[in-house]
Structure formats: structure tokens, C-alpha cells
């Protein structure tokens, strides 16, 4: 049997066809298999990271509330100090929380009972009200 040449371009368009359509149907199954990576790398990892970083600028933040005390010439700024570090520990205390929710978390899911180390008390040191 011999094949006339539109036959053979017909088979030959058509394999390409099936081809493409293929490529396009893998990728937008792997498009789907990326997006559920980055929602986890995005939940995890990142969300890690975040929190040490806001945990970080808190901790700044407080420091130099701090050395503002310690370098205040006044009572307004004394107190404007003192508030602002006072913030700056619950800011802290909040972030800090945050992360040790998601370690208890964590933990009990990977059949953990409990973490072994007791959560440190977040009180601030300075009250303003004795100012």
C-alpha cells in the first residue's frame, strides 16, 4: 500500500498536534503540583521566617528603648521610653507566642507530646505607672 503525501502530512500534523496538546495538559499538571509547593513553602519556611524577623525588630526595638531611657533628659521623655518600650515587649511577647503556637503545633503533629523546654515569662521589667 502506498502513501500519498497528504497522507503523510495529515499523519505527520496530526502526531504534532497530539504532541503539543500533551505538552500543554502535562504543564498545566505540573502548574497545579508548583502551586501546591509554593502554598507550602509559603506556609512554612517563609511564615518561619517572617516570624523570626518580626521577633528581631522587636527585640531591636526594645533595646533601643532602652538606650533612649538611659540617655533621657527629661520626664516626658522618660516616659515616652518607657511606653514605647512597653510596646515594644508586647510586640515581642506577641511574636514570640506566635511561634511557640506553631512549634507546639508542630510538635504534635510529628507525635510529639509536648516540647521539652517550659515557655519563658513575657512580663515587661519597666512599669510606666511607677514613673
Request: hydrophobic share 45%; net charge positive.
Amino acid at each position: 500500500m502506498r502513501l500519498t503525501i497528504k497522507t503523510k502530512l495529515v499523519t505527520a500534523f496530526t502526531f504534532i498536534i497530539v504532541m503539543l496538546v500533551g505538552t500543554a495538559v502535562y504543564g498545566i499538571f505540573s502548574l497545579g503540583s508548583l502551586n501546591d509547593t509554593i502554598d507550602k513553602l509559603l506556609s512554612g519556611p517563609a511564615a518561619r521566617l517572617d516570624l523570626a524577623q518580626q521577633i528581631n525588630i522587636a527585640q531591636l526595638e526594645a533595646i533601643r528603648q532602652q538606650k533612649n531611657l538611659l540617655t533621657a533628659r527629661g520626664a516626658d521623655e522618660t516616659a515616652g521610653a518607657i511606653a514605647k518600650g512597653n510596646q515594644a515587649r508586647k510586640e515581642f511577647a506577641d511574636a514570640f507566642s506566635r511561634c511557640w503556637r506553631w512549634q507546639r503545633k508542630k510538635a504534635r503533629r510529628a507525635g510529639r507530646a509536648s516540647l521539652n523546654f517550659p515557655r519563658p515569662s513575657m512580663e515587661p521589667t519597666i512599669k510606666s505607672e511607677n514613673m
